[in-house]
């Protein structure tokens, strides 16, 4: 019989779930070259034009800008491809420091006897997070994608993942389901004790208004969400209003600037969060 006196007990899992814009890089990745190169617009022009259209048709303002990417790309003689989303995402914005947290809080999380895996839950298109290089940092990766003919050439949105949509993913989550088209699993009754991984084992970052939902959503059942924001917009006007509003209305549990760099307060809050998890499971936490 083997020996199993001393054998290191198997991590209990935990996860932090980003949005992608504006909380892992300034900005939208379309407005980094696809907006302006294919689409042939300035950036303030193309999201002008789709919250147009959505109130013109009563529509959906994440399909109509997949549709609007579409259909402006055609327009200009350039067809959309999985390639050319993938190069148009290759080089994100990205705040300080995430070229190494995923390896700090990885090893912060190991020490606490968690092991802690990385989803993103986003309104940006797939294949662009799919070029980037911080894209196999990530377990799953839940974002607005295309549907692609023989030739490769996008033609209709396969997933559009709005504000209220974002919260079915986190049951994914939850439930431990890693695809999209699986609807009898997510809608399948099942005890919080059999779940993968409990909300409370989970940590929300996310930055605008279409993460709010998702914020409320983990919160309540125990989570942590955190709203980060722009370090460099942090002192304007708007953002203090948005900061004390996420506060007032009780939507977060903390808020926060966007750098990921060590000891910096996001730093400090995660790691925070991540202890909390480790003492709510009765495992060993060294001050």
């Known amino acids: 019989m083997a020996d199993t006196a ?8 935990a996860a932090i779930v980003y949005d992608f814009d504006g909380t892992l890089a300034r900005g939208n990745l379309q407005e980094r070259s696809f907006i302006p190169d294919i689409a042939g617009m300035k950036h303030a022009d193309f999201w002008m034009e789709v919250k147009r259209l959505a109130k013109l048709e009563d529509a959906d303002e994440i399909l109509v800008y997949m549709h609007l990417m579409l259909d402006r790309a055609r327009a200009a003689g350039h067809p959309v491809t999985r390639k ?3 190069e148009n995402g290759a080089d994100p914005d990205f705040f300080d420091g995430l ?3 995923f390896d700090r809080v990885d090893a912060f999380a190991d020490d606490l006897g968690l092991q802690l895996d990385h989803y993103i839950v986003s309104s940006g298109i797939y294949e662009m997070i799919e070029g980037c290089p911080l894209f196999p940092r990530f377990r799953q990766v839940f974002a607005s994608r295309f549907l692609y003919d023989a030739k490769g050439e996008a033609k209709w949105p396969g997933v559009a993942i709005n ?9 994914r989550i939850n439930k431990g389901i890693d695809n999209v088209h699986d609807t009898e699993a997510i809608n399948r009754w099942m005890h919080n004790d059999a779940r993968e991984l409990p909300f409370e084992r989970m940590i929300f970052i996310g930055d605008g208004d279409t993460d709010i939902p998702s914020m409320k959503m983990v919160t309540s059942q125990g989570g942590c969400a955190i709203a980060v924001l722009d370090p460099y917009q942090w002192t304007e ?3 203090l209003d948005k900061v004390a509003r ?3 209305e009780d939507r ?4 926060a600037p966007a750098d990921y760099q060590p000891k910096s307060q996001l730093d400090v809050i995660v790691k925070g969060a991540l202890g909390r998890i480790a003492l709510r499971a009765g495992l060993q936490v060294n001050a």
């Not at 001393?6 to 899992?13: G, S």
């Not at 504000?163 to 049951?171: D, G, I």
């Open 99 to 101: 070229d190494h947290w």
């Open 246 to 248: 996420l506060i007032a």
């Open 252 to 255: 977060v549990n903390y808020v």
């Open 6 to 13: 001393h054998r290191k007990p198997q991590p209990l899992r």
């Open 237 to 239: 006007p708007r953002s």
């Open 84 to 86: 050319q989303l993938q």
């Open 163 to 171: 504000y209220t949509t974002k919260t079915q993913f986190l049951f």
